[in-house]
């Protein structure tokens, strides 16, 4: 039984990401400057040129760290170690993990965040406007 230590698959971490961050191959392919079928193969890829990862991760939103050591594990451990109380969220000592990288890249992107709620108040306006016409 061999006791090498295998190294982490930045592909697969970088579809968890996209695929956290509700993005699809072509909308990253796009943000990068490449074809989906490119994403397709970095995404099969264990490793993937540092260049390239910074590239990937701004376009994520993330700091390329954030991507080498993002652990499923992780994710499963902060479900489990977090319960509901009434309406709001008590989390019960995690030790650090990837997401608290991830969620500190999105408060450093405010800018982000606000062109997306105001899309969402957009989607509303339009569907009250289309509801009321009714």
Not at 32 to 53: F, M, N, R
Not at 57 to 66: D, I, K, Q, R, T
Not at 71 to 93: H, L, Q
């Amino acid at each position: 039984m061999s006791t090498e230590i295998k190294p982490k698959h930045i592909g697969r971490n970088i579809s968890r990401i996209r695929e956290l961050r509700d993005m699809k191959q072509e909308a990253l392919a796009i943000a990068i400057g490449t074809t989906q079928q490119s994403i397709s193969i970095i995404e099969g890829s264990e490793s993937v040129d540092d260049e390239k990862l910074k590239a990937i991760a701004e376009a994520l939103g993330v700091p390329a760290e954030v991507i080498r050591n993002f652990s499923e594990e992780a994710v499963f451990n902060i479900i489990g170690n977090t319960a509901e109380n009434n309406s709001s969220v008590v989390s019960f000592g995690c030790t650090f993990n990837p997401l608290d990288k991830l969620l500190e890249a999105f408060d450093k992107n405010e800018k982000l965040y606000e062109r997306l709620v105001e899309s969402e108040k957009e989607k509303v306006a339009i569907l009250e406007k289309l509801l009321s016409e009714k």
